[in-house]
């Protein structure tokens, strides 16, 4: 597969738009879109839910770029003013998930919301975003998959002369891999929505999923090794992991000892006096 596509999107002057941003802006407003339609009728108002989607991506830009800069460190160590233009791209997804759970966290320990049903409705908002940004990772060339031999059928090769791909190598779209997979955990969590017996077991499962996928997805990229033959990535996907499967065990054990009762169970029918017909009138 050729990619002859110029990354930047839109050039006025100093500013850029990269489809890198563009894309990463529709991620979001699906991932908060989906979150509200899981979350319409429950316990939340919606004004609530668009304030912590707010916090959250104010997190996560910050935990997404920060971890992106201490992974390419001496690259920005260099060229510091850099740090600031993430317009142009330049985000570490799992930087984004920390830091806009973080944020969200925060603000609904604060408003005593009830952090287990918001955390799953963005656990499925996360990996929906995630997906629909991976296209402008896919167009841009960003994060560089590992060489392929001419001619293999499913390389990529960009060809502009603006890519931030490497020109005319065959490799693999590792971050097309990782777009696949996301698309494939946003379907299994969204048919588990309201399906499991603890609040919060749905986002739990989300990070196993996704930090599973990554982790082996992660061999097809030319990241940066850190310790014991991983990238940090790798490193921060296994951590992810373990905690993720430590809270599931957590979450399924309570409930053995304190079943939970339905969330969302309906109001109990009021009592009829004895004698008195029931009304006929519906609403």
């Known amino acids: ?25 529709v991620g979001l407003g699906a991932g908060i879109w989906i ?21 959250g991506t104010i997190g996560a830009l910050i935990g997404a770029r ?23 791209g330049g985000i570490a997804i799992f930087g984004a998930i920390i830091g ?34 991976r296209i402008g990772d896919v167009i841009n060339g960003e994060h560089h ?30 971050v097309g891999y990782e777009q696949v997979w996301d698309l494939l955990v946003f379907g299994v969590l969204l048919g588990l929505w309201g399906r499991l017996p603890r609040q919060g077991m749905l986002f739990w499962l989300y990070l196993l999923l996704y930090s599973a996928g990554r982790f082996v997805i992660s061999f ?13 990535a790798q490193l921060v996907a296994l951590g992810s ?19 939970a009762t339905a969330p969302l169970a309906p109001p109990a029918e009021p009592a009829v006096n004895a004698g008195t017909p029931p009304s006929r009138e519906t609403a």
């Not at 293999?152 to 779209?173: F, I, K, Q, R």
Request: hydrophobic share 50%; charged share 15%; no cysteine.
């Open 220 to 232: 097809y990229r030319q990241d940066t090794i850190v310790a014991i033959g991983l990238t940090q």
């Open 35 to 55: 979150a509200l339609r899981l979350l319409r009728g429950g316990p939340v108002p919606e004004d609530e839910v668009m304030t912590i989607a707010f916090w």
């Open 1 to 25: 597969m050729v990619i002859h596509i110029d990354p930047n999107l839109i050039v006025l002057g100093p500013l850029v738009l990269s489809w890198h941003g563009l894309f990463s802006a």
């Open 66 to 88: 920060l971890l992106h800069v201490i992974d390419q460190w001496e690259y920005y160590r260099q060229q510091p003013l850099q740090i600031l233009l993430i317009n142009e």
């Open 100 to 133: 806009g759970v973080l944020g969200g966290w925060v603000y609904a320990r604060l408003r005593r919301l009830p952090v287990g049903l918001l955390a799953d409705a963005a656990g499925v908002g996360l990996i929906l975003g995630q997906a629909i940004g």
């Open 241 to 259: 992991a373990a905690v993720a499967i430590w809270s599931l065990v957590y979450l399924l054990t309570r409930t053995a000892r304190e079943p």
């Open 145 to 174: 998959g590992r060489h392929l031999p001419e001619g293999t059928p499913w390389a990529v090769v960009y060809t502009h002369p603006n890519t931030l791909g490497e020109p005319g190598v065959p490799n693999h779209l590792a």
